[in-house]
């Protein structure tokens, strides 16, 4: 493809030279990424080929609508990408039908609501404090405040999904869609029980597959796709996609859902971003995403084994997936704790409630830990015992102040390892 060298889409100096101050921000924030240990279980580091298709002139086209239905001229080019980005999503999840326009894994979700309930009608899904999500019928959230959510939780013993309570709760309410998934699961969802259950309510299975589907195209854990309605997902998180999101479902709900996307719900959409969607998916077929995926989750399971050594237990004894929950009570401190003396000491993770929390969920008793991003800088099993070491020392000895000793010592174990496994290397 031959292209003019002179401007392809973005222009790090033309920024700098007009606006120093963001390009700043720039800079130092992709300095804070290279200098730290990035834990978030929901965050990843792009590829540069994702971040130029997202730093595109494709940004500037207006297309509502889908492909060869738009209510704009000018939309050859950019029907290219869509069509492109939906028949990769299609390939790589196996899937009937594919939206790619969603903005957001909470603009999906939406759709979901959008496509097959009405203001009022049931929902049941897991929740918040059990480790779904905001948008599945929280009260704060449109999903509480205009539908009738149904909760369910985790069996005490186990803190794995209450499946018999799942079972009851959808016999009594006989809820319009039952949703499986959410952000602090760290074991696989049976799907075959939602499905049967579902089925025997007459619900729509949807299943919110944003923390784990970059699992599932990796091929590293089984597809809900076979068996759910509706799988919505994000394309950041393991994925390792642009910050957006997607829906693949069943042909039968193509056009609802297509519908509740656009006109119900969004505008129009990014095609920047879904130009970046469409790279991800193809970087997602390869090879090396597929060992990736798998890596992520040995690496996340290393993490939780050695942070259980070190007194640090992770909800469910352990996790499946990219991501473990670990539960600070046993040490006595609180995960906005834990959280602030990680930060001081270079090391980013987020505090999040545990299964029958006492704290409220701005203190919170656990952190959740994720692997996505310290897998894609080529760290591997032995490098996992050594931050797990570091957060254990940083949680119960250090300090929220970056200049205490042990934030300071702490500091530069990470730098030891960032220097050896550098994220976006020169
Ligand atoms: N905020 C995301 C997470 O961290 O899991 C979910 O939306």
């Given at each position: 493809m031959v292209h003019d060298q002179t401007f392809y889409g973005s222009d790090f100096d033309a920024l700098n030279a007009f606006d120093p101050d963001i390009a700043d921000v720039l800079l130092s924030e992709l300095g804070r990424i290279r200098s730290g240990l990035q834990l978030i279980a929901s965050e990843n580091l792009s590829s540069p080929a994702v971040l130029t298709a997202l730093g595109s002139t494709l940004s500037n086209k207006y297309a509502e609508g889908y492909p060869g239905r738009r209510y704009y001229g000018g939309c050859s080019e950019v029907d290219k990408a869509e069509t492109l980005a939906i028949d990769r999503a299609k390939e790589l999840f196996g899937a009937e039908h594919a939206n790619v326009q969603a903005h957001s894994g909470a603009s999906a979700n939406q759709a979901v609501y959008g496509a097959f309930m009405k203001p009022g009608e049931k929902i049941l899904a897991m929740s918040l404090p059990m480790g779904g999500h905001l948008t599945h019928g929280t009260k704060v959230s449109f999903s509480g405040k205009w539908f009738d959510a149904v909760h369910y939780g985790v069996v005490k013993?186990?803190?794995?999904?209450d499946y018999d309570e799942v079972e009851a709760l959808a016999r009594e309410h006989r809820p319009k869609v039952i949703c499986a998934g959410g952000s602090a699961i760290p074991r696989l969802i049976d799907f075959e029980r939602f499905r049967a259950i579902a089925d025997e309510v007459g619900a729509i299975f949807w299943v919110d597959a944003a923390h784990f589907i970059g699992l599932v195209a990796g091929k590293a854990i089984p597809s809900p796709v076979p068996h759910a309605d509706v799988v919505t997902f994000t394309?950041?998180?393991?994925?390792?996609?642009?910050?957006s999101g997607a829906l693949v479902c069943k042909q039968e709900h193509a056009a609802a859902l297509d519908k509740a996307i656009f006109p119900m719900m969004q505008g129009g959409p990014q095609m920047h971003t879904i130009a970046a969607k469409a790279v991800n998916f193809k970087e997602a077929m390869t090879p090396e995403y597929a060992q990736y995926a798998k890596d992520v989750i040995a690496n996340s399971q290393q993490l939780a084994a050695s942070l259980l050594e070190l007194g640090i237990r992770p909800t469910?004894?352990?996790?499946?997936?990219h991501l473990a929950l670990l539960d600070l009570q046993g040490i006595g401190v609180t995960g906005r704790d834990a959280e602030a003396r990680a930060d001081a000491a270079g090391i980013v993770l987020n505090k999040n409630a545990i299964p029958f929390d006492p704290q409220k969920a701005n203190i919170a008793s656990g952190i959740r830990v994720g692997t996505p991003s310290v897998t894609t800088q080529g760290m591997g099993i032995e490098q996992m015992k050594t931050i797990a070491s570091l957060i254990h020392r940083a949680v119960t000895e250090g300090d929220a102040d970056p200049d205490h000793p042990v934030s300071q010592e702490v500091r530069a174990g990470v730098t030891e390892l960032v220097d050896r496994f550098p994220a976006y290397p020169r």
């Open positions: 013993e186990t803190e794995n999904i394309t950041h998180k393991v994925l390792r996609g642009p910050r469910t004894g352990g996790t499946d997936t």
